[in-house]
């Protein structure tokens, strides 16, 4: 960014790595969208993008926006990552495009509907056995169980040491911020956690048969070194179990907060699915997301340069007036689809399927056994870098 330019847009000195932020984020991801569609941070050095209708327009654009530079804070092109870059995240076309369709061909509809079954009677049985205890931490006993149960015996993983999959996760999205204390602290503390995933991306590890093991055969398949092949592993080991922690954590809670939307809920079951959808609109589990620019180009009439950084508030873009009406309302009768907390484009969540089908799971559970569901005691939420989410959340429930 030259000189000259900087005056033509808006800059700000909010800081969405300090706690304040991080602990309340909406009305400073608020205060940035109505600052303009991109905002210089001056902070990090790196443009935000606001709003649903840029945040879009850049996730469709790889050519222009690129993620081989990294998804993250830090440049690929200047900086080493932490671990070997992703061969879906962080890859370009053609590269992401062979990647992407060794993984589609695992995770395509027709696996996803075998998953069903399994994922509904796993929910059932653990809503049956909270439901007995009345009192529970929906993110310890629930939300963490059932994707580490339920998602780890698709995935092929054994059952000893599977809780490092959550560490795994929490350290790879917290990488994507700055290398700040939390991220330092994280590195330190997921070190054995990032030697159990390396260990179990390899075939010789996984299930024969589950997804990991066919997923390394469709990456072999497809021309892919055995090392790359684990890679891709690594992939559904990084992004598929943690996420969906978080996701259902998150739609709990909110389900908690707002009885009269619970109340819905179990009077019609089949909203399972939507309720689910729109918990991860106003609760974004992944809050942001990075892209580089590959030339100078203007967004939104800011003109900004080959390699520049771009911050995409995708929750922000989820609570944008511009594209939902009443945004901070948690309802799930609405259409939350279009929301970008997938993301968007040829990058959208390749799991994305599989995670409305382990939320409807466990919604759906809870709203055919489940008369009241009420908070029991103080949340306790987690601070960290790019993630939305709570590490405890005492609930009470009644059976109906
Ligand atoms: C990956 C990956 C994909 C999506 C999200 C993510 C850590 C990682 O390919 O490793 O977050």
């Known amino acids: 960014m030259s000189v000259l330019d900087a005056a033509a847009a808006p800059v700000s000195d909010l800081d969405p790595y300090a706690e ?39 996730l469709r654009d790889p050519q222009t926006y690129c993620s081989s530079r990294g998804v993250g804070l830090a440049d690929f092109a200047r900086e080493t990552p932490w671990r070997p870059p992703s061969l879906l995240l962080e890859a370009d076309p053609p590269q992401h495009t062979a990647a992407r369709h060794a993984i589609t ?16 009677s796993r929910a059932q049985q653990l809503v049956e056995e909270l439901v ?14 059932f994707p580490l149960t339920a998602m780890s015996d698709q995935i092929g993983v054994p059952q000893d040491g599977r809780e490092h999959l959550l560490v795994y996760g929490a350290l790879a999205f917290q990488a994507f911020g700055p290398r700040n204390e939390r991220t330092e602290r994280s590195l330190r503390e997921g070190e054995q956690a990032a030697a159990w995933v390396a260990e179990h991306t390899r075939l010789s590890e996984l299930r024969p048969g589950g997804l990991g093991a066919r997923i390394h055969a469709s990456a072999v398949e ?42 819905a809920l179990r009077d019609d079951p089949s909203l399972a699915r939507t309720a689910f ?20 180009v203007q967004l939104a009439g800011v003109p900004l340069a080959e390699g520049d950084k771009l911050l995409l508030l995708l929750a922000g873009a989820n609570r944008d007036p511009r594209r939902w009406e ?5 309802e799930i009768r609405r259409s939350a689809s279009g929301h970008v907390g997938f993301g968007a484009g040829i990058h959208a969540c390749v799991g994305q399927m599989i995670a409305r ?41 009644v059976a109906r």
């Open 277 to 296: 959808e729109e918990g991860i609109r106003v609760e974004t589990p992944i809050q942001v997301f990075c892209r580089t620019t590959t030339r100078a």
């Open 105 to 120: 061909a695992v995770l395509g509809p027709r696996t996803v509907r075998e998953m069903r079954q399994a994922f509904e």
């Open 326 to 330: 009443d945004p901070e309302r948690f």
């Open 222 to 263: 497809h021309g892919f070194s055995e090392q790359h092949a684990e890679l891709l592993v690594r992939s559904v080991l990084t992004a598929g179990i943690d996420t969906t922690v978080i996701a259902i954590g998150n739609a709990l809670w909110l389900l908690a907060r707002h009885p009269e939307q619970w109340a």
């Open 357 to 397: 089908l382990e939320g409807e799971a466990v919604l759906s559970a809870l709203a055919a056994r489940v008369q009241t569901l009420e908070p029991a005691g103080e949340p306790r939420r987690l601070i960290h870098n790019t993630l939305r989410a709570l590490s405890s959340l005492p609930l009470r429930v």
């Open 20 to 58: 304040e932020f991080l602990r309340d984020p909406y009305p400073r991801q608020q205060q940035l969208r109505e600052a303009g569609a991109v905002v210089w941070l001056s902070r990090h050095r790196l443009w935000a993008v606001t709003r649903h209708e840029e945040v879009d327009t850049v």
């Open 132 to 145: 007995r205890g009345g009192s529970f931490d929906a993110i310890h006993d629930l939300a963490e169980r």
